[in-house]
């Protein structure tokens, strides 16, 4: 996919980039009990040239009772809380090192920093503001406000929709937000029902994927809205984060938005695919707290599946010392 040049719409200022599953099940269930079991007996975490991102007790406090973590350790204080503590976050990334491997990872995924006790100030990126708007409206970011050296993966649409993959990022415990798009996952509500219950979180991206600024007021508040409550029905919660189709977006659709819940609208500094990375900034690289936007695409519409995408996109982040974190901890 191709960035786009802004389009300026009579609202304000449009942002843009043009847009574009049978359970395939593989053998080594057993294998990865056998290998995990040898990997906590020999108390080896299976991190051999590589760093972790935070402190291993912090990670294990961070992801304590999430969907794919650590159960939650006795209170600070309790006798033998540090090293209970410290076990299970040993035993955690010895079994996300054997997922790794189990799922041809080139590395263990690094692990993320505790979520911030407060969450950052939000503002809308320079060049991204549009005509009549003020600090009231849902801000548009790219990248979230962060010293720490995290990056968010967040994935549109829902077309394609492989279990290997809820399987995948579940034992990997990866986290992502899923910006969803009514006509392309109504035909299977529950598999992002399974994919939120393995810690996944929802996101609106609209009920028919259409360009937001040539629209009506009314039509981009049923676009946006009605989306709004098609996903608080299905999934029991009226999502707070926003993401515009292609990034296109007007003052119509940002009062819109939080008129019925939204409070921020993450767009993207970088985009994933099975084969490159796609970058915003000139220089092409990763920083603390950008965010990265992939879609629910198999090999259809691209040279790979979504895991082969992980496996990518994976690389790219661990190499390039990051670790993936829960943008709803952050926004």
């Known amino acids: 996919m191709k960035w786009r040049r802004p389009v300026q719409t009579a609202g304000g200022r449009g942002r843009g980039r043009t847009g ?129 050296k995290v990056v968010f993966l967040t994935m549109d649409d829902g077309d394609d929709k492989d279990p290997e993959l809820i399987r995948m990022m579940s034992e990997l415990n990866i986290p992502y937000s899923a910006f969803l798009t009514d006509y392309l996952v109504r035909d299977d509500y529950a598999y992002f029902k399974e994919a939120e219950a393995r810690g996944a979180v929802i996101g609106n991206h609209t009920l028919n994927h259409r360009y937001l600024p040539g629209l009506s007021y009314a039509e981009q508040k049923r676009e946006i809205c009605d989306q709004q409550d098609i996903l608080q029905q299905q999934y029991g919660e009226r999502p707070r984060l926003f993401r515009p189709p292609y990034g296109n977006y007007n003052g119509d659709t940002l009062r819109i938005a939080k008129s019925c819940g939204v409070t921020a609208v993450p767009l993207w500094a970088a985009e994933a695919f099975p084969d490159h990375m796609e970058w915003r900034e000139e220089d092409r690289d990763l920083h603390p707290g950008d965010i990265i936007l992939t879609h629910f695409r198999g090999e259809k519409d691209w040279k790979g599946s979504m895991p082969d995408l992980i496996r990518s996109v994976m690389k790219v982040i661990t190499d390039k010392g990051y670790a993936v974190a829960r943008l709803e901890d952050y926004v």
Do not use: M, N, Y
């Open 20 to 148: 574009a599953g049978h359970l395939r099940r593989r053998p080594g269930f057993a294998v990865l009990a056998a290998l995990l079991v040898a990997a906590v007996g020999s108390g080896c975490a299976a991190e051999t040239g590589e760093t972790r991102a935070t402190d291993p007790v912090k990670a294990a406090a961070a992801r304590a009772g999430q969907p794919g973590g650590p159960a939650a350790g006795p209170p600070a204080g309790a006798a033998g809380s540090v090293a209970g503590q410290a076990e299970k976050a040993r035993r955690a990334q010895a079994a996300r090192a054997v997922a790794a491997k189990k799922w041809g990872l080139a590395k263990t995924p690094l692990t993320p920093p505790l979520p911030p006790a407060v969450k950052p100030r939000l503002t809308t990126r320079k060049g991204f503001e549009v005509e009549g708007g003020d600090a009231s409206l849902p801000p548009v970011f790219t990248t979230v406000p962060t010293k720490e």
